[in-house]
C-alpha cells in the first residue's frame, strides 16, 4: 500500500488511474470500513482510501478531539485487505486555508433527522467529500448504509453537481448481537455494549410491526422511542421515512425506519430498510 500524505503526492501515486475505486473514512477502521475497500477492489483498477477526521464536521460539543485516532493500527488493517493507495492528509495538507467555501446540500434531506440533531453536519461532510473527491478524483465511491441518510445526501450531490462519479452503497456490518459497527462503539464501557443491542432489536421491531400491517407509523416511532428511554437510553428519533427522500411516508413507499439515541455518552445510530 502506498501512502500520500499531500495532495500533490497523491496526484503523483495516482497518475495513470483513471478508474479508482474510493472508500473516504476518519479512521478508526472497523470490519464493515474493510468491507467497503474490499468492495471498492471490486470496482476499480485502484482502491484508494483516506483517513482524515474532518473537523468541519463536528460541533463544537462534539467529540473531534478525542475521535480516536489509531494510525497504526488502521494502516495494518488496509494492508490486508489489499487496498492500493490510502491518502492521509493533516488539516494543513487538505485546508491550507481555512475552508470558507463550503457545500450546502439539499436541505429537504440534509436538515432533517441527523441535520436537525447535529445542524451544519452534512455542510461538513459533503464540503470534505466534495475536497477529496477533487483530490482522488474517482470513477467510484463506496459509502456505507449505516450512515443512511449521508449516502443519501452524498448521492444527491453528486448528482446536481453532475461529477462522474457512481455512488455505491455497502450493506452495515453487525456484530452478532445486531449491533452496527460503528468506531464510536469503542466508547461503550462493558455493560453499555451489551445494552447497545437493544438499538438494532427496536428497528426489528419497527420493522415487524410495519410488516405486520400496522398503519399508525406515529404510534410506531413513539413506541419504539418510549421503549429505548424506558432501558435507560436517550433517544433523539426513531423515524419511519420515504427510502427515496427521507420524508414521511404516504401509502405505498419503500421504508426505511432510522434511528439515533444515547447511551450513556455514546451517540449511536442505525437504520434498516423494511422490505424488499
Ligand atoms: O462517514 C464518515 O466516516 C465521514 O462522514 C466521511 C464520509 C469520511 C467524511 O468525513
Redesign the pocket.
Known amino acids: 500500500m502506498q501512502i500520500a500524505r499531500t495532495i500533490p503526492e497523491l496526484r503523483e501515486l495516482l497518475g495513470g488511474a483513471h478508474r479508482a475505486a474510493f472508500v473516504?473514512?476518519?479512521g478508526n477502521l472497523h470490519a464493515g470500513h474493510l468491507s467497503l475497500v474490499e468492495k471498492a477492489r471490486t470496482l476499480g483498477d485502484v482502491s484508494v482510501a483516506s483517513i482524515?477526521v474532518?473537523r468541519l464536521?463536528f460541533l463544537p460539543h462534539e467529540d473531534f478531539d478525542t475521535y480516536p485516532r489509531t494510525w497504526d493500527s488502521d494502516c495494518e488493517k488496509l494492508q490486508s485487505v489489499g487496498c492500493d493507495v490510502l491518502f492521509a492528509p493533516d488539516e494543513k495538507a487538505l485546508y491550507p486555508q481555512p475552508q470558507t467555501c463550503k457545500v450546502h446540500p439539499n436541505p429537504l434531506i440534509a436538515d432533517t433527522l441527523e441535520g436537525e440533531f447535529r445542524p451544519g453536519f452534512f455542510i461538513g461532510?459533503c464540503t470534505?467529500?466534495m475536497k477529496l473527491f477533487a483530490c482522488v478524483q474517482p470513477r467510484f465511491a463506496v459509502?456505507g448504509k449505516k450512515?443512511y441518510q449521508?449516502l443519501m445526501v452524498i448521492r444527491h450531490m453528486v448528482e446536481q453537481f453532475a461529477l462522474p462519479i457512481e455512488v455505491v452503497g455497502a450493506e452495515t456490518e453487525r456484530a452478532e448481537d445486531g449491533l452496527a459497527l460503528s468506531s464510536r462503539n469503542g466508547y461503550l464501557d462493558k455493560q453499555e455494549r451489551i445494552q447497545a443491542s437493544q438499538l438494532s432489536a427496536t428497528l426489528r421491531s419497527v420493522a415487524q410491526a410495519v410488516k405486520d400491517g400496522e398503519r399508525d407509523f406515529a404510534a410506531i416511532e413513539a413506541r419504539a422511542t418510549t421503549a429505548l428511554a424506558a432501558r435507560g437510553w436517550k433517544p433523539d428519533y426513531v423515524a419511519l421515512r420515504r427510502r427515496s427522500d427521507l420524508q414521511r411516508p404516504a401509502s405505498g413507499d419503500a421504508l426505511v425506519v432510522l434511528a439515533a439515541a444515547r447511551l450513556g455518552n455514546t451517540r449511536l445510530i442505525d437504520n434498516l430498510e423494511i422490505g424488499e
Request: no cysteine; aromatic share 16%; charged share 10%.
Open positions: 473516504p473514512t476518519m482524515f474532518n464536521q461532510v470534505v467529500v459509502f450512515d449521508q
